[in-house]
């Protein structure tokens, strides 16, 4: 537009030989006319454009510079081959706050706390984020709840020490609203360059997924490590093999004996999966299971379990007829609507009694969504189908809650058993967990006996079965069906606890 008055006015000059006279008076003061609207056009395009320039590199709620700003100056940074750190930090209490305060309250909370942050950075060596001649700043907005700086200079982990905990202290008493305080934790992560990449989106990515990764109990911030990185892409390949690892006949299940401590006999087994993966070779349940709930895919192992588990359980009740089965279960598997609908088909093709199989649950599984899974918990109940309550003594739950949820079976972790001879702390336990499962009217299974002594002890606090390598290791199928028509009745010593050690 700018182009096409100045090009008329210009004609209009040249068309008229620039005379003066009453004509060269008129061009002139459409001369400076002109001039002067296009100097106001020329003035608000740039204005227009610096406020769009603006808006790009900046977040409108925090008016902090944006995750482009961040990476144009690690860009320049590493154009210069000087070393920095990104530190990125995310305070968690910020989504809460912004579901008890609403969203505009929750922004007047976290500028006031970012204000300070950004005060007391100025003290310290973080790179000023140059905004314009009239303002800077020391944080960026990087993503939705995500901030962070750059510290310049080389790696000192003491420093960063320093700025973590000044972000720290900054959250520490939380954000306010007519006498509501929230606090929260802050996830703080970092990567250093040119240790960790040599691109600006490369450090910015390694700062993510330090921050992402779980601390240790009392770390206050991470740096990244390339070990759990590749962990992580460990992590990523186990969950993308698992998806196929159905289809491809991979699976396979294990039997481990379960004996009645005062008779010797065996009342039934656990069924344990085992996969065996053409490159990975055999992948431990320990690493797999919790891959399978996270990425998705746990409710189909569950299922091909409770399926192939219920067949081999109906040819284990020919040799043994009151056998039963005990299948683990996932805390994602709880809230599968299939799960009941699925057990109650397989049980009546397979002709097999609800109250011969038992579904183990982690304690940890209890306590997730609490009343939605009573509601499932009862509808197992209704089927017919036991419950057991797996590694018992390794989570938080209370008696009050595990007796109102109303388990048959509580299984002591082998942890407290392994060991049982040598830990007065482990004996403690274990007979604890005996006489809270007869106040509860369950049954109690040990896992992991392993020798005479540890058989003896749990004896004689009152355990009813016990599982372990000392009667047999997880069998295969076939195995076990050779291990329980020949065996059926293992020898214990009814007096084995005179081989008790004080
Ligand atoms: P868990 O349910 O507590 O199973 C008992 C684990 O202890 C099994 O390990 C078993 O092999 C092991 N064990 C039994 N007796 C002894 C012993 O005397 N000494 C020692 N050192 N270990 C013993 P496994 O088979 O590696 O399974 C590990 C965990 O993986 C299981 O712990 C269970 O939480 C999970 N898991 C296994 N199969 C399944 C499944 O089908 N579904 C789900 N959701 N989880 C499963
Ligand atoms: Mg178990
Ligand atoms: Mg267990």
Redesign the pocket.
């Known amino acids: 537009m700018l182009l096409t008055i100045v090009t008329q006015v210009l004609s209009l000059f040249i068309w008229n030989g620039f005379g003066i006279g009453y004509h060269g008076v008129h061009n002139t003061i459409l001369l400076i006319t002109s001039l002067a609207i296009c100097s106001v056009l020329l003035l608000k395009d740039r204005q227009q454009i610096s406020a769009f320039s603006y808006s790009m590199l900046h977040d409108a709620d925090t008016k902090l510079p944006n995750k482009q700003f961040l990476l144009a100056q690690m860009v320049k940074k590493v154009s210069q081959k000087q070393h920095f750190s990104v530190l990125l930090f995310k305070p968690h209490v910020l989504s809460n706050a912004r579901s008890t305060f609403g969203f505009e309250q929750a922004n007047i909370c976290i500028n006031e706390r970012l204000s300070i942050l950004n005060t007391q950075l100025q003290t310290m060596n973080a790179l000023k984020l140059e905004i314009q001649a009239s303002r800077s700043a020391w944080l960026a907005h990087v993503d939705d709840s995500t901030f962070g700086c750059l510290v310049i200079g080389e790696l000192e982990l003491s420093h960063i020490e320093q700025f973590a905990c000044l972000i720290h202290g900054v959250f520490e008493e939380g954000l306010t609203h007519e006498d509501i305080n929230l606090v929260d934790s802050v996830d703080i992560g970092v990567a250093y360059y040119p240790m960790h990449g040599n691109t600006a989106k490369q450090i910015l990515q390694c700062a993510i997924q330090a921050m992402t990764e779980k601390r240790l109990q009392g770390e206050r911030w991470r740096m990244f490590d390339s070990e759990s990185a590749r962990l992580s892409e460990q992590r990523l390949s186990i969950a993308a093999a698992l998806k196929i690892a159905i289809d491809e006949n991979q699976l396979s ?2 039997f ?1 004996p379960q004996i009645c401590l005062k008779t010797g006999k065996v009342v039934g087994c ?5 996969w065996h993966h053409p490159v990975f070779g055999a992948v ?3 690493v797999f ?1 919790p891959i ?2 996270s990425a998705g895919v ?1 409710n189909q ?2 299922e091909w ?1 409770v399926e192939n ?1 219920i067949q081999w359980q109906a040819k284990f009740c020919k040799l043994i007829p009151d056998h039963v089965i005990s ?4 805390a994602k ?1 709880l809230l599968n609507k299939d799960l009941p609908v699925l057990l109650i088909t397989i049980l009546n093709e397979q002709k097999v009694r609800a109250e011969s199989v038992m579904l ?1 649950l ?1 304690e940890s599984a209890t306590l997730e969504e609490s009343k939605k899974i009573k509601a499932t918990l009862d509808d197992y109940r209704l089927i017919g189908l036991k419950l057991a309550i ?2 018992f003594g390794t989570g938080y739950s209370s008696l009050a809650y595990l007796s109102q949820l109303g388990f048959d079976e509580v ?1 002591i ?2 942890q407290f ?2 060991n049982l001879p040598f830990s007065v702390n482990d004996q403690s336990i274990c007979r604890a967990t005996c006489d809270i499962a007869a106040t509860l009217g369950a049954q109690v299974v040990a ?4 020798d005479e002594q540890s058989l003896a002890m749990l004896q004689s606090y009152g355990c009813q079965f016990g ?4 009667f047999s ?2 069998l295969c199928a076939d195995d076990y069906l050779a291990w329980i028509s020949d065996v059926q009745e293992v020898e214990i010593s009814l007096d084995a606890t005179a081989n008790l050690i004080d």
């Open positions: 299940l294990h481990q656990e069924a344990l999966l085992r431990s349940p320990d299971i399978a709930e746990i192992l569950t379990v588990g299948i683990n279960i996932s598997d183990e982690t797996d590694d299984k972790d082998k058993v392994l896992e992991g006996i392993e599982q372990g390598y000392y290791k997880p």
